[in-house]
Each structure stands twice: as C-alpha cells, then as structure tokens.
C-alpha cells in the first residue's frame, strides 16, 4: 500500500459524503519538508478528480472531534503532590486509558518512564524509595494524559 493509494482512498470515501480525515505523520527526525511538498503536490492533483470534495485543514484533535462529533467536556486537571517520598496524582475526571502517563528526569539527565499504582478513580501514586529510585535524585517529574475527547494535559513537576 502506498501513500498514492491512501490519498485516493480518502477522496473516495469523502465523495460518498462520508467525513473523513486524511492525515500525515512522522515519527523521527529526518527534514520533512520534501515529504509534505510531495503530500500537497499528489493531494492537489487527486482533488482534481474530485471537485466537490472540499479540503479543510485541521489539526489531529480539531478532525477527530468534528468527524466523531465528539462534545466539549469540562476541562480535565491534573493535580500532584508530593508527601514524604509518595507522589499522588489525581485528575478531576475519567482519563482515556487506565493510567497518565508518568515519567521522570534524573539528576544525572536520564528519563525513566514508570507505570503509577491506581488507588481509587483518578487517583494514583508513585512510590520513590531504593526499589524504585530515591527521591532524592530526581530533577523534574511529568504527567501527560488525554480525555475521552482526545483533549491532551501535561504536567510538569519540579523538585
């Protein structure tokens, strides 16, 4: 299956009258510039063939929430907290998956991500004792976690 193929595909589908996000990604570091060049050269001239298909450029989150109708919820929030050498983590509502996502910066620059232990709904805590790794030697803690309608939080912790 090639990139050609994905494009047609979508215009297909859109034509029908069905909503439909097509969308482009890259996972590493490599100059991408070429590559969307190439997207918006081949998507322009598959648009040709379909002129009652209109384009609208949206972000991931924007076309999601469009196509799926999802509805504005209250804003998710994280809070954390530290109490002796547990970090607690609550959010104020349900978050998309079983757990934030929960990493952390040593002192001496290396970034070790750890599951959390749930305690209660949209609760969680961390332990940092010598099964785990002291307090002591980190420098900075993060969060991150997405609602059921793809709205992304982060949160960054200082020690």
């Known amino acids: 299956m090639n990139n050609e193929y994905e494009i047609e595909k979508a ?9 439909t996000i097509l969308a482009i990604c890259n996972h ?8 969307i060049d190439w997207f ?3 998507l322009r001239l598959t648009q040709k063939k379909y002129p009652s298909v209109k384009i609208k450029n949206a972000g991931a989150t924007d076309a999601m929430q469009s196509v ?9 929030t994280i809070t954390a907290e530290i109490s002796y050498n547990k970090l607690i ?12 996502y929960f990493c952390f910066k040593t002192k001496c620059g290396q970034y070790i991500w750890e599951n959390l232990d749930f305690q209660e709904n949209n609760c969680w805590t961390f332990t940092f ?8 030697k980190i420098e900075k803690i993060g969060i991150a976690t997405n ?8 949160k960054i912790v200082g020690i």
């Open 11 to 19: 215009f297909k589908r859109a034509d029908t009258g069905k909503q």
């Open 68 to 76: 799926l109708k999802l509805k504005t919820e209250k804003q998710l």
């Open 147 to 154: 609602d059921r309608a793809g709205n992304s939080f982060v």
């Open 129 to 136: 004792d010598d099964d785990t790794i002291p307090l002591n």
């Open 89 to 100: 983590i609550k959010t104020n509502k349900e978050c998309w998956g079983p757990q934030p």
């Open 28 to 35: 590493d570091e490599r100059e991408m510039r070429p590559y």
């Open 40 to 42: 918006y050269k081949t």
